[in-house]
């Protein structure tokens, strides 16, 4: 019998961004391992024009919720989806849904943020400061409470190059930050917003630095852990190997990547590729809020769930398993054909882009006017190339994460949960992993079915024959050109000629005497 599936029985549990990629896999999990529990309530807002109920009904009736089904039928009656907007005043949450909250949580898993690296400083310190510093004053008021378990990332404390599993302090306090944000206008805030940051990469990291200090000082006598995931991927094994459902990190770039837009990355090949699998991270959620709950640690414990310690790979091998899985696997309608050029040298990476990424889109948006068609590859591509030059910082470094307390969990558990809820990443296979990481971006992200991987194939085939074509075309035309404007040329052009020609006479003439 698992205790940590058994701990969640008839409890009460309250998720944050339970609508977001890691909350989706929490809430299957626990449903999945503990369908007796009481209920999940999640804050949801309304979004594109969707009520909450029809966006808990999409989530429940997506695949990742199949076996779920089966395994506890009722699970509409257990979700109960209450009405937050975590950027304003007490959540914009009824006083109803408050008192149920406050009188009935036993757990939170707090893991809303917002994680747009360009997002503005004060909608990020709403989210990740503000909002963290809330939700702990709501779980000081609760009675029942057991366990507080709030989401951070590994990158919250990325200035720095060896990290622990403490909470480092940062330069301004944020109640400063938080207060001073009230009174300051929007462009003010803009302004002051890189000297805050410092050698933090961008907002995002920094703010969630700063709700982790949040979490320190306004931790009260609450049982509290801290979870920093490094970079999040599809699922290793449960429900289903290689789910996703967004193109935040590598997921985008894999899609750029398969679909040939993105031939060349500014990436330094050895840095290592710390990712970690989505159930990986929520298996070690649950395992810390049972031991938060039940062995109430004196402090508040932070925990890292890495792989780069334990069973690293590097962006090459990555990329190699990638491009030999798109051979296999391949998108459709690929743009050109998928390549993988790593560089980590600046003058190499701005060749590659104006060559193999803005002059094709440029021919390609050239060949949709002529066609009377709208041009849309040059604006598609300016968009690949923010996204991933908001992304390099994290590709041409490596970090140490130490995972002690990790560790230490891993050992207290017994051999059923250290099976049922299982984040050993050692027993990670990489090339397996990717393989299906891949194949779930084509099925689950991009919605393509298996059946036309023929056609892909052909599609790629056409596109070789394409790029022969063209370059063949373009060498002829520049020698053509060179030769008619220098003399040199000219010579090189008369000696290969002469030199063809000696070859092939003494090729006849050879064959003729042996005849
Ligand atoms: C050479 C080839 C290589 C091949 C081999 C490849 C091997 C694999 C290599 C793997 C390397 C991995 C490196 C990962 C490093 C991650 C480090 C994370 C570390 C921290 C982790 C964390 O702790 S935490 C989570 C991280 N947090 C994010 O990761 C958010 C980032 N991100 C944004 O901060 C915003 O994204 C940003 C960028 C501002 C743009 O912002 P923006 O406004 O310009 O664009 P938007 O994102 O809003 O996208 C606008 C619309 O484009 C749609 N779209 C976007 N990309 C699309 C796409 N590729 N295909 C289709 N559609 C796409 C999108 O769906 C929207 O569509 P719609 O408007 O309809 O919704
Ligand atoms: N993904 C990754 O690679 C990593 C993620 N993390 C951390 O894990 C946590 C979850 O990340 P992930 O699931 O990937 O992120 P997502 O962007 O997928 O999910 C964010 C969640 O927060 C919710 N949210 C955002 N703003 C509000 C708001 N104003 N009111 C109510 N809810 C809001 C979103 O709701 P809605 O659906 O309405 O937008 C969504 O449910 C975050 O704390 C993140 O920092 C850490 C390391 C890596």
Known sequence: MSMIAAFYGGKSILITGATGFLGKVLMEKLFRTSPDLKVIYILVRPKAGQTLQQRVFQILNSKLFEKVKEVCPNVHEKIRAIYADLSQNDFAISKEDMQELLSCTNVIFHCAATVRFDDTLRHAVQLNVTATRQLLLMASQMPKLEAFIHISTAYSNCNLKHIDEVIYPCPVEPKKIIDSLEWLDDAIIEEIAPKLIRDWPNIYTYTKALGEMVVQQESRNLNIAIIRPSIVGATWQEPFPGWVDNVNGPNGLIIAAGKGFLRALKATPKAVADLIPVDTVVNLMLAVGWYTAVHRPKSTLVYHSTSGNLNPCNWHKMGVQVLATFEKIPFERAFRRPYANFTSNNFTSQYWNAV?????????????????????????????????????????????????????????????????????VRQLNWLEYIENYVLGVKKYLLKEDMAGIPEAKQHLKRLRNIHYLFNTALFLIVWRLLIARSQMARNVWFFIVSFCYKFLSYFRASSTLKV
């Not at 002529?370 to 604006?379: D, F, I, N, Q, V």
């Not at 130490?402 to 050993?424: A, I, K």
């Open 356 to 424: 193999s990424h803005r002059a094709p889109a440029i021919i390609y948006d050239c060949y949709l006017r002529l066609t009377g068609r709208k041009p849309r590859m040059t604006k598609l591509m300016n968009q690949i190339l923010r996204t991933v030059s908001m992304l390099e910082y994290f590709i041409n470094r490596s970090w140490e994460w130490s995972t002690y307390n990790t560790e230490m969990l891993m050992s207290e558990l017994s051999p059923e949960d250290q099976r049922v809820f299982n984040f050993d």
